[in-house]
């Protein structure tokens, strides 16, 4: 049995599982990408280097990582899966897919460093063909050299400026920024600016953003409301409210924002136990400074236990790494706090800005708690409309919810209307989302074909 299984191999994944190998530890990482490098550094091996000066510097960071990792001889499995986390009295055990075959692997600890995923932004016109997240457009830039035409970016926060400034210097920047953010939540963050300077790092980089957008000629249009998508089958308009009147800016693809929210698919799996975040409105882990969570030998790292950035993740990805080392006696407690001071006082000045972040860059409350016709679940195709009714009639959690229509029980599992289930009955009943929670999830994390399942009993594997 391994000492370490870690899932995820983002900043936080490659760091932890470097500093593993060199403690001494047999460790495996697996992750579904096809290398390493997770979401700010995806495809860094496999051909998004060769789009460097698009990416810019920060992209780059993440070739160190992954050279580092290449050269320890922790095992890596990639375009591995991962569906059913099981623990036991001995350990943790992973199911994953791969090439169509499950198969199971066993550790000793497990360090869950999935990253996060982007807040779901559901306004009237979401599910309509040529809209994406903006995530989701990096992604085709980075994978594949991709980026679509004629497109408006829309919603808030700072990796709306990253991908329109990526747009620009790749020579197809987009029609506009259209942000719902306004200078009224640059004055409320304000006072946090002070306390949060040790990030100035961060602040630069942002500030260097809107220069070289401003440079690009980018027409960016701030404290818009009241965002649409237009269009019958296909989204052709940008519909919103701004400057005191309602604007339509003609296109081919929207591409939606509103910041990113840690994915706790996996460490709700598994029961840990979770907090609201009421900053970041979205749930996390319950873990402390080395990642330890309510479940003993289950760790958390990176964005997955709380927003921070990649520098952040990398960093309390090696004090994970660190104490579980020390968990399994492969370091004295002296030495895991003297190698632990430098990687968390890099980890306390990367978080130093967020509030300052959180609060400049709010989610408008349109967003959170959509009007009655709009979509909420996609795969179920379930309107904010029937949650407010279905929460009326009874339903007080997401869990209950389920019993009344399948909100959340799509393929996605949730992770597109979660957080909107939630804030939506938060609002019916009066409560706050902490009260109200999240829905359970059962495996399979992600969907597993009758094949795949199969596959577990062929051969020696034991099911
Ligand atoms: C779409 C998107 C784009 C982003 N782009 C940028 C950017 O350009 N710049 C920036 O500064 N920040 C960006 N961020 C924020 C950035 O992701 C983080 O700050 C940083 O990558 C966090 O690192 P991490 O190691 O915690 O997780 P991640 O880098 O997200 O890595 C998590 C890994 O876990 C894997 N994983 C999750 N679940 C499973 C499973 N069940 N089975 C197998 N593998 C699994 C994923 O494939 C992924 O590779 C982005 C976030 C998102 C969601």
Redesign the pocket.
Known sequence: MRDLLI?????????AATEAARLGLSATL????EG???????AITTGGASRAPL?GA??MHGATLAKDLMASPVEQIFT????DIAKSAEGVTLT?SRNGQAAQITGKTLLL??????RPVPIPGWTLPGVM????G??LL?ASGILPERAVLAGSG??LY??AV?MARAGMPPLALVETQSTRDILRAAPLLLPGLRGWRTLLKGLGLLAELRRHGVRRITAATDLAVLGTDHATALRFRAQGRVQEIACATVMLHQG?VP?T??TRALRLDHQWLPRQRAFAPVCDASGATSAPGIYV?????G????K???D??RLAALTIAASLGHLTEAARRAQSRAPAARLSAERALRAFLDTAYPVPEAVLRPADGTTVCRCEEITAGQIRNWGRKGAMGPNQLKAFGRPGMGPCQGRSCALTLTELLAETHGSSPAEIGLGRIRPP??PVTLGELASLHEGDTPL
């Not at 460093?113 to 982007?118: K, R, S």
């Not at 927003?307 to 990649?310: Q, R």
Request: without cysteine; aromatic residues 6%; negative net charge.
């Open positions: 899932l995820g191999a983002g900043p936080a994944g490659m760091a697996l992750d579904e990408a390493p490098g997770g979401q700010i550094y995806r990416l920060d992209y591995a899966t991962v569906w994953y460093v999935t990253g996060a995923i982007e997240t903006a995530g989701a990096q992604i980075k700072p990796l990253l991908l990526q990113v994915n698919q996996a790292a990176g964005d997955g236990s927003i921070a950035g990649a952040a993740a990398a309390a990805g994390l992600k």
